[in-house]
T-cell receptor, first 114, second 115 residues
């Protein structure tokens, strides 16, 4: 069975600095998708970024980028120029291609310090 | 267009009562999911519906929990004889599978408090 591990329960970053959130996963599949979701205190989950496993190029969305290491089964999220509005829980998620069941990590709470 | 909506946003109930939580997915989305999130915790998968296929109920914690999806659209999660440990936020999500779309879209959740 697939698993997703987020080993950092909580992280802090100074405003305007860069922070990296870690995510590792375990799967025997070769075709899958990975996601980072953000959940602010309002609790509405929002997709931050996604990565297809068959793509070697790391996904980027404005200040958010990933470091996807397929062999190491690692999928970290880098947030550049951190803003107060980035403070939230961040969840890493996995989906095997052709299936519908998403696997979520336990989350990392990000605090942004002014 | 409209996103996933859930109602009520908050529900307080007495132990032993039944509750129904509603989810309206994004129009046209074929898959619908229910998750439970206890305070400060991750997402616990409960059930998902995909098209006309039999739902995957593997995450339902007990037979007190059930869910229906009528007409391939609206879904209701029912918890019978609620217990205090049922207190949590219940999140609904929907998705549609196309060649380049496979992410889930979440609703705002229903916070259930069992007293």
């Amino acid at each position: 069975a697939q698993t997703v591990t987020q080993s950092q329960p909580e992280m802090s970053v100074q405003e305007a600095e860069t922070v990296t959130l870690s995510c590792t996963y375990d799967t025997s599949e070769s075709d899958y998708y990975l996601f980072w979701y953000k959940q602010p205190p309002s609790r509405q989950m929002i997709l931050v970024i996604r990565q297809e496993a068959y793509k070697q190029q790391n996904a980027t969305e404005n200040r958010f980028s990933v470091n996807f290491q397929k062999a190491a089964k690692s999928f970290s999220l880098k947030i550049s120029d951190s803003q107060l509005g980035d403070a939230a829980m961040y969840f890493c998620a996995y989906l095997t291609s052709g299936t519908y069941k998403y696997i979520f990590g336990t989350g990392t709470r990000l605090k942004v310090l002014a | 267009g409209a996103g996933v909506s859930q109602s009520p946003s908050n529900k307080v109930t007495e132990k032993g009562k039944d509750v129904e939580l509603r989810c309206d997915p994004i129009s046209g989305h074929t898959a619908l999911y229910w998750y439970r999130q206890s305070l400060g915790q991750g997402l616990e998968f409960l059930i998902y519906f995909q098209g006309n296929s039999a739902p995957d109920k593997s995450g339902l914690p007990s037979d007190r929990f059930s869910a229906e999806r009528t007409g391939g659209s609206v879904s209701t999660l029912t918890i019978q004889r609620t217990q205090q440990e049922d207190s949590a936020v219940y999140l609904c999500a929907s998705s549609i599978r196309t060649s380049d779309t496979y992410e889930q879209y979440f609703g705002p959740g229903t916070r259930l408090t069992v007293t």
